[in-house]
C-alpha cells in the first residue's frame, strides 16, 4: 500500500459508511495511470454500467473537439444550426460553437426551478416535448447578447449532439441513419480508442442523442475517460483527443472561472458564485465531468490523479459529497 493511499483510505472508504453523503455506488482513484482503489456499493459491480446524467456533456463535447481537429467545425464561427437561419437577421445565427460550449450563448433555457416539471430540460427529456429535443432546444430565444452571460444549459449540449450528428452523416434522413452515424463516431472516435467498450448513449424518437444527460458506462470506463484527459489527450501512445482541446475545456467560460469547455473547473470564485467541485479546498488545476445526484469524474493534472464518484446524492446533501471529494483529493501526494 502506498503512503498515499493509506492516507487516502479512510476518506474513500467514508463515502460508504457516512450517512451524510448518501448512497455512493462505486468509488475509483487512479493515480500515475494505476488503479489504488476500487470500491462497490452491495448489488454493484464491474460489469454495471452507471448513468452519466451531465458527465454526458464532457462526452458530446470531446466528439465536437475531433470535429474541429478535423476542421469541419470552427469554435469561432457561427454555430450550423438551421432553424436559426430560417429567418433573415435572426440574432440566434451569431451565437458560436464556442459560445455553446462555454453556456454563453444567451438563450433563454431554463434549466431548473421551483417547479422542476416546467423545467425546458424536464420537459424536453422526459415530458411534453420528448419528441423531438433539438426543436425544443433551438426554439428558445436569447435572454443576453451571446458570449457575455454564463447560463447552464443542458439543452444547449443537445444541440451540440444535434451539430455533431449532422456533421458526420449530413445525408441521414432518419432516426435509425442518425443513431447508427452517431453511434459509429462515439465508438470510433472515442470509445475504441479510448478504452471504453461499455459506453453507451441514449436517443430522443428522431434520432438525436442525447449527449446532455443520459450515457452509460461501468466505474473503470469513466475512469479511463478521466484518464484520457490526465494523459493530455494521449491513450497507449496514441493521440485521441488534441491538446489544444484538453487546454480549451480547462478554458473559464466568459464570467464564471468554475466552467470551461462542458467540463467543471476548480478554480477559485468570488463570494456568492457556488462551484461545482472544492474550489474553497484546491488544487485549482483540477477539473471534471460532473453529473446530476452526484456523478463526478475528477481529473488533477498535479497530481496525477483521477476519481470518480457515482451514486445518488440528492441536492440537499451536495456541499457534504463536495467536501469529501476535496478532502479526498488533497489527501493524495502531488506528483512532479
Known amino acids: 500500500m502506498s503512503a498515499g493511499l493509506e492516507s487516502a483510505r479512510p476518506l474513500a472508504d467514508a463515502f460508504f459508511t457516512s450517512p451524510g453523503l448518501r448512497e455512493t455506488r462505486a468509488l475509483l482513484i487512479l493515480q500515475d495511470g494505476q488503479p489504488i482503489y476500487e470500491r462497490y456499493a452491495p448489488g454493484y459491480g464491474p460489469g454495471n454500467r452507471f448513468i452519466s446524467w451531465s458527465m454526458a456533456k464532457s462526452l458530446t463535447s470531446t ?21 436559426w437561419r430560417q429567418t433573415p437577421g435572426d440574432p440566434r445565427a451569431r451565437i458560436t460553437l464556442r459560445q455553446l460550449l462555454q453556456m454563453s450563448s444567451g438563450l433563454a433555457h431554463v434549466e431548473a426551478g421551483p417547479d422542476p416539471e416546467l423545467s425546458d430540460t424536464n420537459r424536453a427529456l422526459f415530458a411534453d416535448r420528448s419528441g423531438d429535443i433539438v426543436a425544443a432546444a433551438t426554439m428558445a430565444p436569447l435572454a443576453h447578447t451571446p458570449g457575455t452571460v454564463f447560463e447552464y ?9 444535434d451539430i455533431v450528428t449532422r456533421t458526420i452523416a449530413p445525408q441521414a434522413r432518419t432516426p435509425d441513419a442518425r443513431r447508427r452515424a452517431m453511434n459509429g463516431f462515439l465508438k470510433a472516435r472515442l470509445s475504441g480508442p479510448a478504452a471504453m467498450p461499455t459506453l453507451i448513449c441514449e436517443y430522443d424518437p428522431k434520432g438525436t442523442m442525447l449527449g446532455g444527460s443520459l450515457c452509460h458506462a461501468s466505474l473503470r470506463d469513466w475512469g479511463a475517460f478521466g484518464q484520457l484527459y490526465l494523459d493530455n489527450g494521449v491513450v497507449a501512445g496514441r493521440q485521441v483527443v488534441r491538446p489544444d482541446w484538453v487546454a480549451f475545456v480547462r478554458t473559464p467560460s466568459p464570467g464564471f472561472a468554475g466552467y470551461g469547455g462542458q467540463f467543471w473547473l476548480n478554480r477559485p470564485l468570488p463570494p456568492g458564485k457556488e462551484s461545482s467541485l472544492f474550489s474553497d479546498q484546491g488544487p485549482a488545476d483540477a477539473f471534471a465531468a460532473v453529473g446530476h445526484l452526484g456523478q463526478y469524474t475528477i481529473i488533477v493534472p498535479s497530481k496525477k490523479l483521477v476519481v470518480v464518484r457515482l451514486g445518488f446524492t440528492p441536492d440537499s446533501a451536495r456541499a457534504p459529497l463536495k467536501a469529501a471529494l476535496g478532502r479526498l483529493v488533497n489527501s493524495l501526494p502531488d506528483r512532479p
Open 153 to 161: 444549459s443542458t439543452l444547449t449540449t443537445h444541440i451540440l449532439a
Open 63 to 83: 466528439l465536437v473537439g475531433e470535429l474541429v481537429a478535423d476542421a469541419r467545425l470552427e469554435l469561432d464561427s457561427p454555430a450550423p444550426v438551421p432553424q
